[in-house]
């Protein structure tokens, strides 16, 4: 079992930048690969990147693509989701979730991020 918490969100103007941060309680963080996925209202949720256990292999959605970035901290317990470039579009509910055998199977309450024109 292991407990995610987010945070960092808020509203921001087209082209700021947030960080996004979810810290993990439980076990061992690092068994974990991380996903960090958002939900707007009407849409489905969409997983917008991911990282491995250690870190060297990361996936990024194309509506993201070289305005987001993705790490990790495994001394810390915590993943990251820097986000430049913001635009109205970005606006949703960001989650962060924890995948073992490939399976996403724990998930934070998220986080509301809003991005006005």
């Known amino acids: 079992q292991v407990q995610l918490v987010e945070s960092g969100g808020g509203l921001v103007q087209a082209g700021d930048s947030l960080r996004l941060s979810c810290a993990a309680s439980?076990?061992?963080?690092?068994?974990?690969?991380m996903g960090w996925f958002r939900q707007a209202p009407g849409k489905e949720r969409e997983l917008v990147a991911d990282?491995?256990?250690?870190?060297?292999?990361?996936y990024y959605a194309d509506s993201v693509k070289a305005r987001f970035s993705i790490s990790r901290d495994n001394a810390k317990n915590t993943v990251y989701l820097q986000m430049n470039s913001l635009k109205p579009e970005d606006t949703a509910v960001y989650s962060c979730?924890?995948?073992?055998?490939?399976?996403?199977?724990?998930w934070g309450q998220g986080t509301q991020v809003t991005v006005s024109s």
């Open positions: 979730a924890a995948a073992y055998r490939g399976e996403y199977k724990y």
């Open positions: 990282i491995a256990r250690g870190g060297g292999i990361t």
């Open positions: 439980g076990r061992t963080f690092s068994s974990y690969a």
